[in-house]
Each structure stands twice: as structure tokens, then as C-alpha cells.
């Protein structure tokens, strides 16, 4: 199978600005793998992020069959590894997308959909996953901005 000049020149444009001036100081990678130890563990990662942690609505609009909710909040990581994040990220921004009226009462299922390398913004989850994941099976997404 041959490769599509299109994936050619997708992957020259977007895959070679990544880690171009390396993966950040030996300091910070020690201290990465050292806070992964924590997160690998049930017993403590459950307990790193508060239930009523802070998360900022910006705006609610109903879109048709669905209302689109968006937001932002400030990472719990700059909290458990200070000064490892540039400023830049450290502010997540999200939309969720909701059905005007669950299915069942008790369960409201909820999808988290993180970006692919190179999505940018949330219009193609929302328009090409998520909606259709709601419209068929009733299940709400959260639509995570990549930082970068």
C-alpha cells in the first residue's frame, strides 16, 4: 500500500514542530515520573482533584436537538507540579454537549473526547462524534481543546 502525497505533506507540515527544541528539562521529566507513580494508584489519584473543583461555564446555547455548553477550568496539575506547565496551558477549555432531555433518569452517560494530533478546535468531534453519538445512543460528550 502507497502513502497519499496528502498524508506526506500533512505529516512534513504538522509532526516535525513537535519537540523540535527538545522534551523539556531532565528536572522536570524527573519529577513527571515521580508523580506518575501517584497517578498509577487508585487509592491516591482518586483523592488528587477535589468532587466540587472550580469549573467556569462561559456559555450555554441550544443547538437543535442539543445544548452546547462551554467552559474552561484551571488544571489541577499546576497545583501537584508547580511551574512544569507554561502558562499557556494551564487554562483548559471544553464544550459539552448535552441532549435537551436524557433518555433515562438515573443514567446520563458521558463520553470524554480528547484531540488527535493536528484537530484544532472542537468542530469536528462535535459535528463528525458527538452529535451523532447522542443523537443514536443518547450519551453526552465532553469535547477537550488540545493546549497547543
Known amino acids: 500500500m502507497t502513502v497519499s502525497r496528502l498524508d506526506q505533506l500533512y505529516r512534513r507540515l504538522l509532526l516535525t514542530k513537535f519537540f523540535t527544541r527538545g522534551w523539556g528539562k531532565p528536572d522536570n521529566l524527573k519529577r513527571l515520573f515521580a508523580f506518575r507513580k501517584i497517578l498509577s494508584n487508585r487509592d491516591t489519584c482518586q ?54 432531555q436524557w433518555q433515562h433518569s438515573t443514567v446520563k452517560p458521558v463520553c470524554i473526547h480528547l484531540a488527535g494530533t493536528g484537530d484544532h478546535y472542537f468542530w469536528r468531534r462535535r459535528i463528525f462524534t458527538a452529535r451523532p453519538l447522542l443523537k443514536e445512543s443518547g450519551i453526552a460528550s465532553i469535547l477537550l481543546e488540545n493546549p497547543y
Do not use: W
Not at 450555554?60 to 502558562?87: A, N, Q, V, W, Y
Open 47 to 100: 483523592h488528587l482533584v477535589a468532587s466540587d473543583y472550580p469549573i467556569n461555564i462561559d456559555s450555554e446555547t441550544r443547538d437543535g436537538d442539543c445544548i452546547i455548553l462551554e467552559g474552561h477550568f484551571t488544571s489541577p496539575f499546576i497545583h501537584h507540579l508547580p511551574g512544569i506547565m507554561p502558562k499557556e496551558v494551564e487554562t483548559a477549555s471544553f464544550q459539552m454537549i448535552l441532549p435537551l
